[in-house]
């Protein structure tokens, strides 16, 4: 159910973001009047799951979920409909338009996905507000992995500051160092403050780990929970814990005799214990039990925990006229993370490249229940994503004809039609080879 939850989502997602960015080229076109022959939402191969015609354009929606277009008259575009070329050129034809008419109509689905995602931005804020977690109410400080251990930070740290700027949000931590790059963190140590150095192998070592299958790089710091307010809620399909008599609901309170405060210091126990006989104290209701049995060679009980004590977040509210501005601010913000990440493909010593994910992961970025919310803050995230790739400067996207025509206009002279088909073709087969890659990655990261 959860994945048919993602999938939904992710159409829903793709379908608005596609009708808009293609209404963007429509509506440049229809403004310096240029004929629009096709209107498709998804793509029809061979046959489309219905069309009818209106005027001068056939609109229709296609069978293949990976995008839409429009075919505007005398353009050479994915259509490759190089017939229509070799005919003189007409006045309504996208050949015939100035050069920066023709520049505004292939800018139009670009423009129109970031004014999208600034609005969905502002009404989000305006409907919901902002949710985020106050680095001072994680007060027990952090759980680390190995990572984070190996430069310095500790269980129970307090991280105070990144490059001497104040973390506010916590969960914007990993997120800011994989992106910002900052060369300290500072840290709260049993009420001191310590600046640790990050080592410069820190980006490159936590885009690996988030390649990884099923695994987040931002779980490799957590808030820290008390083993007071963890309790068991469910078991692995096979649990050592269940078949020596835990049930949901146990608190468990020692583990022979040894009391541990946080749950990390519950895991430590554990490990120590590997395949060794133990014994549980366990408080069911109101009664004390006690529990022998052998804990398995990997120090697992076999349980998902879930801990009573609630993280205190915080949430802004913003007014209409608040909203406008915050919702500008966070699409920005927004366009230059996803900007940064974009270089992090380009930087040979992270391998970024690895992480890059498809239709697999882009549908588990939504969750498996349905919250508008956390939908329409999805959808305005991938419209960024969308419009900064489709300006990237390779043919068969709109950056590529972008790129073309700044050089139209820069050199007032026009590349050949053949030289146009021709890089059409070449970057079409270089999306394809995208396409799978990114793809063959997913299913490597979910096998392996």
């Not at 820190?202 to 099923?214: D, F, G, P, T």
């Not at 929970?225 to 050592?240: G, N, P």
Request: overall charge positive; glycine content about 8%; proline content about 4%.
């Amino acid at each position: 159910m959860d994945i048919l939850v993602k999938v939904l989502q992710l159409i829903l997602s793709l379908s608005i973001l596609v009708l808009f960015h293609e209404s963007g080229h429509f509506l440049f076109a229809k403004l310096f009047k240029t004929r629009v022959e096709k209107f498709y939402m998804f793509f029809n191969p061979w046959f489309s799951l219905f069309k009818f015609k209106k005027g001068e354009t056939e609109y229709g929606i296609g069978w293949l979920p990976l995008g839409g277009y429009v075919k505007i008259a005398g353009m050479i575009d994915e259509s490759m409909d190089t017939e229509q070329m070799k005919n003189p050129p007409q006045p309504w034809e996208f050949r015939a338009k100035p050069a920066w008419q023709r520049l505004l109509i292939m800018l139009g689905g670009v423009m129109v996905n970031v004014v999208l995602a600034f609005v969905i931005f502002i009404l989000v804020l305006y409907a919901w507000g902002e949710t985020y977690l106050p680095a001072d109410n994680v007060k027990y400080g952090v759980t680390s992995e190995l990572i984070f251990k190996d430069m310095g930070i500790r269980n129970g740290d307090k991280i105070v500051a990144l490059d001497g700027q104040r973390v506010n949000d916590f969960f914007n931590i990993v997120p800011d160092i994989l992106l910002n790059d900052p060369k300290s963190i500072e840290v709260e140590r049993e009420g001191k403050r310590i600046i640790l150095p990050v080592p410069e192998s820190l980006v490159a070592e936590l885009v690996r780990i988030s390649s990884v299958k099923n695994f987040r790089a931002a779980s490799l710091l957590a808030p820290r929970q008390l083993m007071d307010s963890t309790v068991v809620k469910e078991f692995a399909e096979y649990s050592a814990a269940y078949d020596a008599g835990v049930r949901a609901g146990d608190r468990i309170l020692t583990i022979n005799g040894i009391h541990s405060r946080f749950y990390d210091e519950f895991t430590g126990v554990l490990d120590s214990l590997k395949g060794k006989n133990i014994e549980l104290a366990l408080l069911r209701g109101k009664d004390t039990l006690q529990i022998p049995m052998e804990l398995g060679y990997d120090g697992k009980l076999g349980i998902y925990f879930a801990n009573t004590d609630r993280l205190e977040f915080a949430v802004r509210k913003y007014s209409l006229g608040a909203a406008i501005p915050a919702g500008i601010k966070k699409g920005v913000a927004t366009l230059k993370s996803y900007v940064k990440q974009l270089k992090l493909l380009f930087t040979p010593q992270v391998k970024a490249y690895k992480s890059v994910g498809g239709v697999m992961s882009m549908g588990n970025i939504f969750p498996g229940v349905w919250d508008w919310q956390v939908f329409w803050e999805l959808t305005a995230f991938i419209s960024i994503m969308l419009a900064v790739v489709n300006i990237l400067p390779i043919p068969a996207l709109d950056g590529g004809h972008v790129l073309f025509l700044l050089y139209e206009v820069i050199t007032r002279r026009k590349p050949g039609e053949k030289f146009l088909e021709y890089a059409q073709v070449i970057g079409m087969i270089f999306l394809i080879a995208l396409f799978i890659l990114v793809n063959v990655n997913d299913v490597v990261r979910f096998f392996g």
